[in-house]
């Protein structure tokens, strides 16, 4: 089981450095936490897998504002998320340049988490599948990357996907692309181990509940139970 953190715009170095006083998780899970970039340096110099929340396509150039594969993999970084649907919302982000972020970063040697995942217009619509298809057609096949389901209306919404639309929803991801898929969406750790015990529920990519060192710890045992 693969269980992840996703920060967002949360935590400077101090508060990161606070986090990772507090937190201990069990043997037998894989835990990587996403920190904001500021934070990546703190956070490589613990002892947790430590992954970035996005990384540019380009090696260097003038791109204001984004960081390159080379310069994470400098850091220490061992992975990136790439694809999640607030950088599609609210960047700009589509199929074409989540299809050049992974290659670059599987290039530079990091690993990759990509996320797919419909709107609640889209699933109420019926257009789930075919939103799907076409988001997991743009990600490569690597050993290095893992994709994470991320149904928007679920993401810091309180609302998690029941245990059998995640289950649906991963079997299709699965027979499209072999590789592990992670749920992600309002996990807490009290609904993780339903959503982890579905068969094609290799892992977690948690948002809200991967601040709090407790809750995050309590989710990464529900992944071993
Ligand atoms: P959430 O976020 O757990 O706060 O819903 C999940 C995510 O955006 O990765």
């Given at each position: 089981m693969l269980i992840a953190g996703n920060w967002k715009m949360f935590k400077g170095p101090a508060e990161t450095l606070e986090f990772f006083d507090r937190f201990e998780a069990p043997d037998g899970v894989e835990v990587v936490i996403c920190p904001p970039f500021v934070s990546l340096e703190a956070a490589v110099g613990e002892e947790w897998t430590i992954y970035a929340q996005n990384v540019h396509w380009?090696?260097?150039?003038?791109?204001?504002g984004e960081i390159s594969a080379g310069m994470l993999v400098e850091l220490g970084v061992q992975g990136a998320i790439v694809g999640h649907s607030e950088r599609r919302h609210w960047f700009g982000e589509t199929d074409e340049t989540v299809n050049l972020r992974c290659h670059a970063a599987l290039e530079a040697g990091l690993s990759v988490i990509a996320c797919v995942g419909e709107t609640e217009t889209e699933r109420e619509a019926g257009a789930t599948d075919a939103v799907l298809r076409l988001q997991v057609a743009a990600i490569p096949q690597h050993e290095n990357l893992v994709i994470a389901y991320e149904p928007v209306w679920a993401i810091g919404t309180g609302k998690t996907a029941t245990p059998e639309i995640a289950e649906e929803a991963h079997a299709l991801i699965k027979s499209l692309h072999p590789t592990r898929v992670l749920y992600g969406g309002s996990v807490k750790p009290d609904n993780a181990a339903e959503l982890l015990a579905q068969r094609n529920v290799d892992g977690a990519l948690v948002?809200?509940?991967?601040?709090?060192p407790e809750s995050f710890a309590a989710i990464c045992r529900a992944a071993v139970a």
């Open positions: 380009a090696s260097e150039g003038a791109f204001t948002g809200g509940a991967s601040l709090d």
